[in-house]
């Protein structure tokens, strides 16, 4: 058996990642909710990634990326692959930056992500459907970019779309300051890639080491879990694809230089109590979430003794749902 190679830690500029996106992306805001605070007896704060201009964090990381690129690289056009919310970041990136760009997404993409992607894209973005999970795509869209010399922009496995991610976390801790005076105990995030879990995580380590940093994954797609129980990336043989915008077969190489040493707790959340999460906030809260975007709030059930009387804060990391699934 071949030996395996860990990819060292690229440095970040997360500060720089910061500047970067203040004039393009929303400062989302980060929200105390009664309703969980009363139920769980602590402060539940809710990062509103859902109110993103593309209802996702994810243009953080392809603006990021792309606006750093060359002239002549953003000329010859851009390509990537996703299961829907870095699609849509990507899509008004392209039409930010006036780029020419090439969407894979998988077959069984909710159409309401398609039709999202068209519409923020516009004339800069062509969408092709193909294979049946994220990383069957990921492969179509690699051998589509090197055929036709463009720049393949990853959905997490890269450090500017990393240090995009972070700056989520950027944002919660400067709206945290003016709120509070204690730290933050917890903080949850769903976990597909890695990207965003690398990017905040490191960035709590650095400036809120007392924070516990909780990553979530779906049972049916615990791709960083194994990972970190191997101590390497590893390939799932498959997965459950319901959780579309957390469901991997293999987390980054990138990704996991950072998670290993950012991620304090690994926890899987039930299909069926995410599906239970994303009617209870609609129905209580009139948020709408997608299935990610909920298992941060799905979670708080089986960490209700650790978080009695501490300050937690849940990433509603997107909103971009599909209610016919």
Excluded: W
């Excluded at 851009?78 to 990136?93: K, P, R, T």
């Excluded at 191997?230 to 077969?249: T, Y």
Aim: aromatic fraction near 8%.
């Amino acid at each position: 058996m071949s030996e395996v190679k860990l990819v060292d830690k690229p440095a970040l500029n997360i500060q720089g990642a910061y500047a970067r996106l203040k004039p393009v992306v929303h400062h989302t805001p980060l929200q105390m909710n009664a309703n969980l605070s009363r139920k769980y007896q602590c402060k539940v704060y809710l990062k509103r990634e859902d109110l993103q201009i593309v209802r996702s964090y994810k243009l953080r990381g392809a603006y990021n990326m792309m606006s750093q690129m060359s002239s002549e690289q953003l000329a010859k056009g851009v390509v990537c692959a996703s299961a829907g919310n870095h699609a849509q970041g990507f899509a008004y990136s392209c039409k930010k930056l006036n780029v020419k760009g090439v969407v894979f997404m998988p077959i069984p993409s909710p159409q309401q992500k398609v039709s999202q992607t068209k519409m923020f894209g516009e004339d800069f973005v062509e969408v092709k459907l193909v294979g049946d999970t994220f990383d069957d795509t990921a492969i179509a869209a690699k051998a589509y970019t090197l055929e036709h010399g463009m720049t393949f922009i990853p959905p997490f496995d890269h450090p500017s779309i990393i240090e995009g991610q972070a700056t989520v976390g950027v944002e919660i801790i400067e709206d945290y300051n003016q709120l509070e005076q204690t730290p933050i105990d917890y903080i949850f995030m769903p976990v597909g890639g890695g990207g965003l879990s690398a990017g905040v995580g490191t960035y709590f380590k650095e400036v809120s080491p007392h924070t516990k940093v909780v990553g979530l994954e779906p049972e049916g797609a615990p791709s960083m879990l194994a990972a970190l129980q191997a101590k390497h990336p590893v390939e799932l043989a498959s997965i459950d694809k319901f959780v579309d915008g957390a469901a991997v077969k293999r987390i980054g190489d990138v990704t996991f230089a950072f998670c290993k040493d950012a991620i304090d707790d690994m926890h899987l959340v039930p299909e069926g109590k995410i599906c239970s999460t994303i009617l209870q906030m609609y129905n209580e809260e009139a948020i709408v979430v997608e299935p990610a975007g909920a298992m941060s709030i799905a979670t708080l059930d089986d960490y209700a003794e650790q978080i009695k009387g501490k300050t937690i804060v849940c990433i509603v990391s997107g909103s971009n749902n599909d209610i016919d699934r």
